[in-house]
């Protein structure tokens, strides 16, 4: 079992920076695909950025340049670097872990972080 716990989210204004970190507990994350999701009320939770095992990266189109996802494996965090925030940013953003083995497919989310971008 994996325990996820997202921090860094508040209220920002447009053009400035936040950075989110996920920090894990119960596994190693090293292992594992990671993954910053975020959702609005009324719209499907989107992938904004992604991590594999192996450091294989990708983004969101809408966020390229702009975000970037890392993580430290020795002390089991990742983190999204937002820069540039834009109003449409604004949403609750989820950590979430995932891994397939012989077993069968593992995935873990956190409770959620919400950022604010105003004007």
């Known amino acids: 079992q994996v325990q996820l716990v997202e921090s860094g989210g508040g209220l920002v204004h447009a053009g400035g920076s936040l950075r989110l970190s996920c920090a894990a507990s119960?596994?190693?994350?090293?292992?594992?695909?990671m993954g910053w999701y975020r959702q609005v009320p009324g719209k499907q939770r989107e992938l904004v950025a992604g991590i594999t095992a192996l450091g294989g990266l990708n983004y969101l189109d809408a966020v390229k340049g702009r975000f970037s996802i890392s993580r430290d494996n020795a002390k089991n965090i990742v983190y999204l670097q937002m820069d540039s925030l834009k109003l449409e940013d604004t949403a609750a953003y989820y950590c979430?872990?995932?891994?397939?083995?012989?077993?069968?497919?593992?995935?873990?989310w956190g409770q959620g972080t919400q950022v604010t971008v105003s004007t």
């Open positions: 979430n872990a995932k891994k397939r083995t012989l077993d069968g497919e593992y995935e873990y």
């Open positions: 119960g596994r190693a994350l090293s292992s594992y695909a």
